[in-house]
């Protein structure tokens, strides 16, 4: 069985970042802003396969970025990569099984560091992002939400300076956290 992590955290916190070294690790890629999540079935699906890259880690990415980058945008200062992924790792884009919600946040380590995290963390993280981007359905989504993160383990990460080491340390956290029951699941 596959499983995924959910990464939900501001800007410049590490999520590109370690979702494309584990994709260049070998990891499957369900996404980089948005994936499609099922509560019920603990289940996470690829919506887009595409990932939006800072300039200022183009090196440690320079295979993917010579392959699947669209060109370079600028949002206010914020210059970055777009990658099509769709036809650079083909295989790898698929959906899996929610192992963890990781809630990124950077504090100066310079190596993977994992720590608990209350599922209101992981609440709030997503509520404010997912109801300013769908401005409808407030209610459902709630509902939804609060039952996402009552099926996986929350932890706060910070992913570090290297991200070849991510891939590691992510798979160490996956082996001792194990599948957990989904028994928290409506």
Not at 88 to 112: H, K, N
Request: contains cysteine.
């Amino acid at each position: 069985m596959v499983a995924f992590c959910c990464w939900r955290g501001e800007g410049r916190s590490g999520k590109t970042t370690a979702a494309l070294a584990c994709a260049q690790a070998g990891w499957d890629y369900a996404g980089d802003d948005y994936v499609i999540a099922n509560a019920k079935c603990r289940r996470v699906e690829p919506l887009y396969t595409s990932a939006r890259l800072r300039i200022d880690m183009a090196a440690a990415f320079a295979e993917l970025v010579g392959s699947a980058s669209s060109g370079i945008t600028d949002e206010d200062g914020d210059i970055r990569h777009e990658l099509r992924l769709a036809g650079v790792l083909p295989e790898q884009i698929r959906g899996g099984r929610l192992a963890a919600i990781l809630l990124p946040r950077r504090q100066g380590s310079p190596v993977p560091t994992f720590a608990p995290a209350r599922r209101l963390d992981a609440y709030e993280a997503l509520i404010k992002h997912t109801v300013q981007s769908l401005r409808s359905w407030h209610g459902l989504l709630s509902v939804k939400l609060a039952d996402l993160v009552g099926c996986a383990p929350t932890l706060f990460v910070d992913t570090g300076t290297d991200p070849a080491l991510v891939p590691p340390a992510l798979g160490a956290l996956l082996d001792r956290i194990g599948d957990q029951p989904a028994s928290r699941c409506r």
